[in-house]
């Protein structure tokens, strides 16, 4: 008799969503994962938790006006399959699919696991500026209270609700090795089981292996998260598009987010596609009280800063804060002269900060995360940078806080003495772009960009400080931020069909097997394409998961 009538291999959120499903179904599953208890709700628990949805009654509120063509408009210019009779096939589809989810049931399903949202609809990426280009038209970035958390916990809480029903049982530091795979169809997985090991959530765990194991199943879902814990293995795939791959990165997932799965899915004959596609940050700096080695944070900035690469020119359009992701990192890894330098630097001044520096991740924002009403409106309509901005400002070891700009600079080259600024230069260049803002009939992108923002009625109450310039003393003091690239996403995965089954290397299903979040490319083994809409993998782990659940309970 087998174990269970399903696997899933993962305890982040699209297995929880997939466990969810199949017990609401009366499906018996085991859950398998390598780490302890600690980390159910993997990668999502530490969030910032921004979920893309359409024409919702938060942007209604904000008088933004979205629609589903637009979404699929963007969503297509974004994605910019190019591979559609081969390894975009079902990624396009899965994409479609996705929009309709967001600009239909998405949000009242949401409501119905527990999920509640704030009033709040942010524009963190804004694109390249291109008609058909990159990026969200109008903001879809809704916020939900207990970011990260105040998603995953709810799929956690009915995890160990089925658990005490009986339908679901844990099995924590199990490390999958293999899938088992009889008469060309996957029945079970086998793998080590690792030593104990009560280290807190993010904390990496011993490897220690104590023993075997192998269990059984009608049915085995992967959902193991991407690659970006492993630098060696985000190298080998880095794309010659991107430019060479910087020498030092910074981290943006725990270190059990190592990608082994894809490797072990394409050994045991399913197919993996889009290997080249993934989705780093640029504005990462390394956080100053860190939970895993080389953890970093991404600042989500408003438009305003100046974007200065390595050598201290500044950055030419889409690199202006918060609009196009991939494509500042093209200009900052695809030029010759800055291929030795795995840095850029911000420089802005308190104001700005003030009011445009987020930083990601559910520790980083304590009102959000823990649901204060009355800390959100201190804190973010307030006076002053929200506490931990300040506490970066402070203890950051990227961070530069100085009254004059002789002073930063200074601080800037201390930092960074293999790459030394120069004042006048970068003096120069704050005058120009200072003057670009404050002419209202200016067409410098930045300048646009702002005008842009502040007519959007959430960006201008939330996000975008009124112009001025970066060197006026009342705006002060000035400060400068190092940034350099904190890993986070894979865009490719594992090809499944639009019922979550993974294909084998023939183009067909391959019994038994299924996959469900980002080791899936977040659906068809690319529903991204090249370019993620922000907001959007949060929610490829839900609607993969979810459908990954229905399809097999109604299979099984």
């Not at 969503?17 to 599953?29: D, K, N, S, W």
Request: hydrophobic share 40%; aromatic share 8%.
């Amino acid at each position: 008799m087998a174990d269970a009538d399903v696997l899933v291999v993962g305890g982040g959120l699209a297995g929880l969503v997939a466990c969810a499903e199949l017990t609401a179904a009366g499906r018996r599953v085991l859950l398998v994962e390598q780490e302890g208890a600690a980390n159910l709700g993997g990668q999502a628990w530490w969030s910032f938790g921004g979920l893309f949805l359409v024409n919702s009654p938060e942007q209604r509120r904000w008088g933004i006006r979205d629609s589903a063509d637009l979404a699929w408009r963007d969503w297509r210019g974004s994605a910019q399959w190019d591979r559609l009779e081969d390894e975009d096939r079902w990624g396009a589809a899965w994409g479609e699919a996705y929009v309709a989810f967001a600009a239909g049931e998405k949000r009242a399903w949401l409501l119905e696991q527990g999920v509640r949202l704030t009033p709040l609809v942010g524009w963190a990426e804004r694109g390249d500026g291109r008609e058909g280009g990159h990026g969200n038209s109008v903001p879809r970035f809704h916020l939900p209270w207990g970011t990260g958390t105040g998603i995953s916990g709810p799929f956690a809480a009915k995890a160990r609700a089925a658990a005490a029903a009986g339908l679901l049982g844990f099995r924590f530091r199990h490390r999958v090795d293999a899938l088992v795979v009889e008469e060309g169809a996957v029945t079970g997985v086998r793998g080590t089981v690792l030593a104990p090991d009560d280290a807190p959530r993010g904390v990496a765990s011993n490897r220690t292996g104590t023993g075997e194991f192998v269990l059984t199943a009608g049915a085995v879902v992967l959902a193991t998260g991407g690659i970006g814990a492993d630098h060696a293995l985000v190298r080998s795939m880095w794309p010659a598009r991107l430019g060479t791959p910087p020498a030092t990165m910074l981290t943006g997932v725990p270190a059990h987010v190592d990608g082994r799965m894809l490797a072990i899915a394409e050994a045991a004959g399913a197919r993996v596609v889009n290997k080249d596609r993934m989705w780093h940050y640029t504005e990462g700096v390394a956080n100053h009280d860190p939970i895993w080695a080389g953890h970093g944070i991404r600042i989500l900035p408003g438009p305003s800063s100046v974007w200065f690469d390595a050598l201290g020119r500044r950055l030419p359009a889409p690199g202006i804060p918060g609009h196009d992701t991939l494509g500042t990192l093209r200009l900052l890894r695809a030029d010759p002269d800055l291929a030795p330098y795995d840095h850029s630097w911000f420089v802005a001044s308190q104001k700005v900060v003030e009011k445009e520096f987020a930083l990601s991740g559910s520790e980083q924002n304590p009102d959000l995360t823990d649901r204060d009403l009355r800390l959100l409106v201190r804190t973010r309509l307030g006076s002053g940078p929200t506490p931990p901005v300040a506490a970066f400002e402070e203890r950051g070891e990227d961070w530069v806080v100085a009254d004059d700009l002789p002073a930063l600079v200074v601080g800037m080259n201390r930092i960074t003495p293999q790459a030394p600024l120069d004042p006048a230069g970068i003096e120069r260049q704050l005058r120009e772009r200072d003057d670009q803002v404050m002419d209202r009939a200016s067409t410098d992108p930045q300048a646009r960009s702002i005008r842009r923002g502040r007519a959007t009625r959430s960006d201008r109450f939330t996000r975008v400080a009124a112009p001025h310039r970066i060197l006026d003393p009342k705006a002060g003091p000035l400060v400068a931020v190092r940034l350099r690239i904190v890993t986070r996403k894979t865009l490719g995965g594992i090809q499944t069909d639009l019922e979550g089954r993974a294909l084998g290397a023939d183009g067909r299903p391959f019994p038994g097997l299924y996959a469900a979040g980002e080791v899936a490319g977040f659906g068809g083994g690319g529903a991204h394409g090249y370019n993620a809409l922000e907001g959007t993998f949060l929610g490829g782990c839900l609607f993969t998961g979810r459908v990954v659940g229905r399809s097999l309970a109604a299979a099984l």
